[in-house]
């Protein structure tokens, strides 16, 4: 169980164009979904938290309309990457809390994460 | 000052011998988790071990042991019986705050564990 897919799993982009990446949480629900950005051999850095129904969170130094975040589902978060450039290019990594009886759990569980070129 | 503390970019291990990945974190928080994750190569996290701040016994899951000392806010993690599918990057982490509160990981920096035949 504790299943958390992303799509797609890389993507090649020309600079200026945008692109979605989904998260979903395959077989549990998740009211809090974490997005992180991870660049070569180091660890992860979190970019927003992601509630759903409402706004999300974004952690200082992300810019929340580059990063746009729609969690409109219990088990599907979205992160468009608006106008990509080069220095967006990264490996994207979601992740999903579980509820477990109506409650959160403490474990987080990730998704295989997106690698994002932007040419 | 960082939260998470991970004094090891890179170990080494002959396969079958056991490991200890080192662990150090900072909070003023009673109440908080620390979890280890797996990233191998394709780029997954594996969650491998949960302690929560107020269990009292040390965690263990299979081959994965977590060395639990509060009082020197360590909070290691021991691979025994290593084996070649465990070289990964080792991530160590902690959310703050209660149980339920929609707090975020905080991650080290991570240790490049290497399992040699």
């Known amino acids: 169980g504790a299943v958390v897919s992303q799509h797609p799993s890389w993507v090649i982009c020309k600079s200026g164009t945008s692109v979605k990446i989904e998260c979903r949480s395959l077989?549990?629900?998740?009211?809090?979904m974490f997005w992180y950005r991870q660049f070569p051999k180091q660890s992860l850095m979190l970019m927003a938290t992601s509630n759903e129904g409402s706004k999300a969170t974004y952690e200082q130094g992300v810019e929340k309309d580059k990063f746009l975040i729609n969690h409109a589902s219990l088990t599907l978060s979205t992160l468009t990457v608006t106008s990509a450039h080069p220095e967006d290019s990264s490996f994207y990594i979601c992740?999903?809390?579980?509820?477990?009886?109506?409650?959160?759990?403490?474990?987080?569980?990730f998704g295989p994460g997106t690698r994002l070129t932007v040419l | 000052a960082q939260k998470i503390t991970q004094t090891q970019p890179g170990m080494f291990v002959q396969e079958k011998e056991a490991v200890t990945l080192d662990c150090t974190y900072d909070t003023s928080d009673q109440s908080y988790g620390l979890f280890w994750y797996k990233q191998p190569s394709s780029g997954e996290m594996i969650f491998l071990i949960y302690?929560?701040?107020?269990?009292?016994q040390n965690a263990t899951e299979g081959r994965y042991s977590l060395n639990f000392q509060k009082a020197r806010k360590s909070a290691n993690l021991v691979i025994s019986a290593s084996q070649l599918g465990d070289s990964a990057m080792y991530f160590c982490a902690m959310r703050e705050g209660l149980i339920g509160s929609a707090r975020q990981l905080t991650f080290g920096s991570g240790t490049q564990l290497t399992v040699l035949p």
């Open positions: 077989d549990f629900q998740a009211t809090t």
């Open positions: 302690q929560g701040s107020y269990d009292e």
């Open positions: 992740s999903a809390r579980a509820l477990q009886r109506g409650r959160q759990t403490d474990t987080q569980y």
